[in-house]
C-alpha cells in the first residue's frame, strides 16, 4: 500500500497526540501540524488567553476554521486538540479528507501526563482527575465515531505508537 497523504491524531489531552505525530510525520517524510499551536501562532496568544477573553465557545470557532484549512494540506500528520471531536463539522472534515487514528489513553495517564501543566484550561479545577473523566465519558463516542483505527499509548513510547499506526495505515 502507498505511504499515506494525510494522517489526523484525534483523542484526549496527554494521550500523546503531539509527540506521536511528530515521531510518524518524520518516519514517514511528512510534515507535522499542531492545530493548537498553529492557532497559537495565528492569534499570538496562549490559549488559555483565549479561553479567558472569548470562551471555549470563541476556542472552539477558531479551532474549526484552523481544522477546515489544515485538513485540505496535503502531505501532512495533523495533532487536532482533545476537543475538535465536540464539533460535527470537524468530525465530518477530519473523516472525509484523511485517514484519523484515534490514540486512546486512560484519564489516570492523562493525569500524570498533565497534571503539572498551567496551559489547559478544562483541568484548571479542584480535581482535576475528576474533570478528566468527565472528559472523557463524553468525548470517547466520538473519538471512535471519527477513527479509522484506534491505537493505545497507554504506558508507550511515541516510537512504538508510530510504528503501530505505519503498520495500520501503510
Do not use: W
Request: glycine share 8%; proline share 5%.
Amino acid at each position: 500500500m502507498a505511504k499515506p497523504n494525510r494522517i489526523f491524531l484525534i483523542g484526549p489531552m496527554g494521550a500523546g497526540k503531539t509527540t506521536v505525530g511528530k515521531t510518524l510525520a518524520s518516519q514517514l517524510g511528512l510534515d507535522f501540524i499542531d492545530s493548537d499551536q498553529e492557532i497559537q501562532r495565528r492569534t499570538g496568544v496562549d490559549i488559555p488567553t483565549i479561553f479567558e477573553y472569548e470562551g471555549e465557545e470563541g476556542f472552539r470557532n477558531r479551532e474549526q476554521q484552523v481544522i477546515d484549512e489544515l485538513t485540505q494540506r496535503d502531505q501532512c500528520v495533523l495533532a487536532t486538540g482533545g476537543g475538535a471531536v465536540v464539533r460535527p463539522a470537524n468530525r465530518d472534515r477530519l473523516s472525509a479528507r484523511g485517514i484519523v487514528v484515534y490514540l486512546e489513553c486512560s484519564p489516570e495517564q492523562q493525569y500524570d501526563r498533565t497534571h503539572r501543566d498551567r496551559k489547559r484550561p478544562l483541568i484548571q479545577t479542584e480535581d482535576p482527575l475528576a474533570r478528566l473523566r468527565e472528559l472523557m465519558q463524553e468525548r470517547a463516542p466520538l473519538y471512535r465515531q471519527t477513527a479509522d483505527y484506534t491505537v493505545s499509548t497507554e504506558g508507550r513510547s511515541a516510537g512504538v505508537v508510530a510504528r503501530d499506526i505505519i503498520d495500520l495505515v501503510t
